[in-house]
């Protein structure tokens, strides 16, 4: 644990750099304005869901069992029918923000423990701060920006969306990368 007594600072000032620039491109950027969009006859439809029983989980529709069932001429029928997609229902809080900025800042904090680690392992004490930079940018980028993209692939949503969360994903590299950078262990 040599590398947490020398990392401990850029592994949590990285993490509050991702929290505020997060933060910032949320509140103040318009970019992810329309990710979203309201569902034809909203009303209509929650309804539906209630008196369905439809309670918090993960939902694919239509559903089936197994590969062999979505093979069945019903299923093929099923899905020429539509609508195909996936839903998310939340419990009676809907979206807890605190809760949500909690786990975020808790997430930053373990991509950047790992990025610490992954880095430690290559570059010594007094690294040239480039290098150091340049490693902390592409192993950030691989947990913020392109974790996206299974989204899109699995769960369809809107490659557009997608490519705006690695946008925002770059970005908390950057960020990540310059406090570690920044901060790199002197050569002892």
């Not at 949590?12 to 491109?25: D, E, G, H």
């Not at 392992?121 to 690294?127: D, E, I, K, L």
């Not at 970005?171 to 790199?184: D, E, M, N, Q, S």
Request: overall charge neutral.
């Amino acid at each position: 644990m040599d590398f947490l007594q020398a990392l401990w600072l850029p592994i949590l000032l990285s993490a509050v750099a991702v929290f505020v620039v997060s933060s910032l491109v949320h509140m103040l950027l318009p970019i992810h304005k329309g990710d979203f969009a309201a569902l034809p006859n909203e009303d209509k439809v929650l309804a539906s869901l209630r008196s369905n029983g439809v309670g918090p989980g993960a939902y694919m529709f239509p559903h089936c069992d197994s590969m062999k069932a979505m093979g069945t001429p019903e299923m093929k029928a099923k899905l020429a029918q539509g609508p195909v997609g996936s839903l998310i229902v939340r419990g009676p809080d809907g979206v807890s923000m605190g809760k949500a900025l909690l786990q975020w800042f808790l997430f930053t904090v373990v991509v950047s423990a790992v990025v610490a680690v992954i880095t430690w392992s290559t570059q010594p004490y007094g690294a040239d701060s480039h290098a150091v930079f340049h490693l902390v940018a592409l192993v950030s980028f691989l947990a913020y920006a392109l974790s996206n993209v299974t989204d899109s692939i699995w769960k369809g949503v809107p490659w557009g969306v997608t490519f705006k969360f690695m946008i925002d994903g770059f970005l908390y590299a950057l960020a990540t990368a310059a406090v570690f950078a920044w901060l790199w262990p002197a050569a002892a």
